[in-house]
């Protein structure tokens, strides 16, 4: 069983509009995190957290917020979606001592 | 902040070809990660190895701390190896990853 997901797999946002990614681990671990992959920059951390209800800000956080409204779940909302956050994205999670564990991606194409 | 430097960008194999690739950091890692990621874009977690030699099947990590660098060596390269191979450091106890660029790897038979 996959122990990391997310939702959508794939998404098309217009400019301007709310895009909301959402990932959801069963591995029972504190720590989650959001990535984006572009090509030339490899991936790139943007939030993560430890604990519920609180939000941790990544590398380049400018342009998105996190939500952890549980130990299972982790959102990462675009308010304003524009066309330089187009990319994949993707959710860990972890013990923050031992390695990560990848969800299988989000493609978002913003227009 | 960190820096993570991958070499080579990519490599051509013969299936049964050995292949040897690096990373270099710029900053002490409290944990690193070798990662594949197919050309279908998923990503697997490879070995985690922040310090000394591990194995895993046809991979061996070793990491020499001291001197910031890490290698995967592969094998037997088998054509289900190709894609692109993801080294990351975490230096500030689990505040996330940095990667690197990565090795892409081809494997023909």
């Known amino acids: 069983e996959a122990a990391v997901t997310q939702s959508p797999r794939s998404k098309v946002a217009v400019t301007g509009g709310k895009v909301t990614l959402s990932c959801h681990q069963t591995n029972n671990h504190d720590y989650m995190y959001w990535y984006r992959q572009d090509t030339g920059h490899g991936l790139r951390l943007i939030h993560y957290s430890y604990v519920a209800d609180s939000t941790e800000k990544g590398d380049i956080p400018d342009g998105y917020k996190a939500s952890r409204p549980s130990q299972e779940n982790f959102s990462l909302i675009l308010e304003l979606a524009s066309l330089s956050q187009t990319a994949v994205y993707f959710c860990a999670s972890g013990t923050g001592v031992y390695e990560q564990y990848f969800g299988p991606g989000t493609r978002l194409t913003v227009l | 902040g960190q820096q993570v430097q991958q070499s080579p960008a990519s490599l051509v194999l013969q299936e049964g070809e050995n292949a040897e690739l690096q990373c270099n950091f710029s900053?002490?890692?409290?944990?690193l990660q070798w990662f594949y990621q197919s050309p279908g874009g998923s990503l697997v977690s490879l070995l985690s190895n922040p310090s000394g030699t591990k194995h895993t099947g046809r991979l061996t990590s070793t990491t020499v701390t001291k001197e910031r660098r890490s290698s995967l060596h592969i094998s037997s390269s088998q054509t289900t190896d190709s894609g692109t191979y993801l080294c990351a450091i975490d230096d500030n106890y689990a505040q996330g990853l940095t990667f690197g660029l990565g090795t892409r790897v081809s494997v023909f038979p």
């Open positions: 900053s002490t890692a409290t944990q």
